[in-house]
Each structure stands twice: as C-alpha cells, then as structure tokens.
C-alpha cells in the first residue's frame, strides 16, 4: 500500500490583518472616539521574533523553519498568533496602530539597530499626518546609524544618527519626539507642521514636549533638511491648542485676513466665580469661538457640558459660535465680517450679562 505523505502546516505570509486586531485590556466607552482617550491601555500583541530567537520564543528553530502555524512577515522573521505578549501602548490606539506597531516590530526583529522614523514613527507616537501619510499601503520608516540602511521591501531605510534618545512605545523603539517633528519638517507644509508641532506642545497628546525643547532641538540641528520651515512653524506654533482641528480652523481664519485669534486666554465667569477658557477667542469683539468634535454631538455628559459652557459665556456678556466637522466655515466667516465691521463702526451691541 503506497504510503500517503500527511500535509504540513506551511507558514504563510502575513497580511497585518492577522495582527492588528489586538483586544484592549482595559474598558473603553463606546461612545467617545479613540483620539479622546488618554494615559496608557494595555493589549495582547502577536509574538514577533527572528529565527535567531526562536528558542528564546519557546520554538525550535527547525519548527520555526517549517513555519508550523506561523506567520512570516520577512524573511528571517515569524510571527505566532497563537502566543502573545501584553505591551502598554497609548490609550488612543487603534486597529491602524496595532498594524503599524506590528509591521516595525518584525523589521526590528530582523534589524534591532533600526528605529522607526519619519511618517512611522509619527503615527505611533500619535502626531496627526495628512491622509496620503497614512494607510496600509504606506512603507515603514527606518533609521540606522550603520553604513548601511535598511533594504527591506515595504520598508525606507535612512541613515543617521539619534539626535535624542529613542522612545519605546508599545514595544517597539521610534525616534523622539523633536527628532521626528524634524524629519516631517522635509515632508509636510509648513500648515500641516504646525499642526503637528501643536498636538505635541498641547493638551490634546499630553504635551510631551515643550516650544522650548523643541527650539533648542532646533538649534543643536541647524543644516538639517526643512531647518527654515521648522524654524517659521516653531514661530507660529501655539501651546494650548487642544486638537488638530483647532489648528486648522484658526490658521482657516488668518487665512482669510481676520486677526489671529487667542488660544488659551481666560474668561472669568461671574456666575460661576472661576475663568473658563474657550478654544480661540477675539477679545475685540467678544467672541469666543467652540470647536465641537464628532462625539460632541453624540455623547451626552459632554453635550450637557457644551450647553453650560455656552450658557456661562453668554452670561457674562460674550458671543458664542459653536462649530462643528461638519458645519460650514462660510458661516462663522459671515458672522465675524458683521462682527469686526460693527466693531470698527462702534455700532456693536454686545450680548447683555444675566
């Protein structure tokens, strides 16, 4: 009788859909989007190791050659869904995160002297990118001090120093904060640096760096690539903002030649015997100007606070425009033409305090 060869579980290579759906292991509401969370969460994660590794992953090497129930990212590296390890990664994260997180480990375990970089290590570090920086589709950044960079496909190896320490985040090693807000200094506009800049020196990511540090980032790097750029957004750049959102409709409106409106600046509310601070403000014509996020409308403790917010300012004698993602700029644009020409006539009739 001819005896039948029993099939072998070849390994297979892994699409990153295998392993970004990582199970959070602290509740999250379901009402709030991701961007609002904050501190830290912990979450299961693939085990990612180099054949190298293989014992010290619990594998003999000749099982992780066969590939039994394992997954191959890269040559030389596999990937076990069956056995995960808990990392702490921020709480904002989510399934795009996880993915990209799982893509730099594999290079790190193929390559431990490489950092993730640029575009990659913005995302993970939680630094808003224009949309053709984002995706599944996009290569992996790498830096390597070595004489050689990195050629991985999928991968964009560069070489240079760390101009700061690495940080480690969810496991894996990316560059600083300053380091990788200079390297998007040769990407991105000087609108979508601020941007980036102002997620980092505000409230909206913790503020992990200072307009300070990362000046002083600046002038130990001189002649690196988007120096200038770097040097005029730092000049722009305001701390306080709290979300990327916020950049944007405040760089909307000195785009179409109002006066820059505060950020940060407070507003004592008699009635409630303490300052609240709305997120842009015209003092001139008493206006403070609410950028409300998508769960502003969806999410009811913060609703209710939306409404008390406006009620106090509105109390103590000052105009309240609320604008949403969807609400168009035409709008407020209108209201503030009015405003300032009233103002400048000194026909404007400020709301009465109650």
Request: glycine residues 8%.
């Amino acid at each position: 009788m001819t005896h039948q060869r029993k099939p072998r579980n070849r390994r297979r290579p892994s699409t990153y859909q295998d392993h970004s759906d990582s199970e959070p292991l602290v509740s999250r509401s379901p009402e709030l989007p991701a961007y609002t969370r904050k501190g830290v969460a912990r979450s299961e994660v693939p085990l990612v190791f180099s054949l190298d590794e293989a014992e010290a992953a619990g594998f003999t090497r000749a099982r992780a050659l066969a590939g039994d129930n394992l997954l191959s990212p890269l040559y030389g590296v596999r990937m076990s869904t069956g056995l995960r390890g808990t990392v702490e990664h921020p709480g904002w994260a989510e399934s795009d995160w996880f993915a990209s997180r799982s893509r730099l480990a594999a290079v790190q375990a193929r390559r431990p002297d490489a950092v993730g970089s640029h575009a990659t290590a913005a995302e993970l570090l939680g630094i808003p990118l224009p949309a053709r920086f984002r995706g599944e589709r996009m290569p992996i950044h790498v830096v390597s001090a070595r004489t050689s960079a990195v050629q991985i496909g999928g991968v964009v190896g560069h070489r240079g120093a760390l101009t700061e320490p690495p940080v480690q985040v969810g496991g894996v090693a990316v560059t600083g904060y300053c380091q990788t807000l200079m390297q998007l200094a040769a990407l991105l506009t000087e609108r979508d640096l601020i941007a980036a800049v102002e997620s980092v020196i505000g409230p909206w990511r913790g503020s992990p760096v200072s307009l300070d540090q990362l000046d002083q980032h600046l002038k130990a790097c001189p002649g690196r690539r988007g120096a200038r750029k770097f040097r005029s957004t730092l000049q722009r750049a305001r701390p306080g903002v709290g979300s990327p959102k916020e950049t944007e409709l405040r760089l909307d409106l000195v785009e179409w030649g109002f006066p820059e409106p505060s950020v940060g600046a407070q507003v004592w509310i008699e009635d409630l015997q303490r300052y609240l601070v709305p997120d842009l403000l015209y003092e001139d014509i008493r206006t403070a100007i609410e950028y409300e996020g998508t769960h502003h409308g969806t999410h009811r403790p913060q609703m209710d606070m939306d409404i008390e917010r406006a009620v106090a300012f509105r109390s103590a004698g000052w105009f309240v425009e609320r604008v949403t993602k969807t609400s168009a700029l035409a709008g407020l644009i209108s209201v503030l033409v009015e405003r300032f020409a009233a103002h400048r006539a000194e026909t404007l009739r400020f709301p009465r305090p109650y």
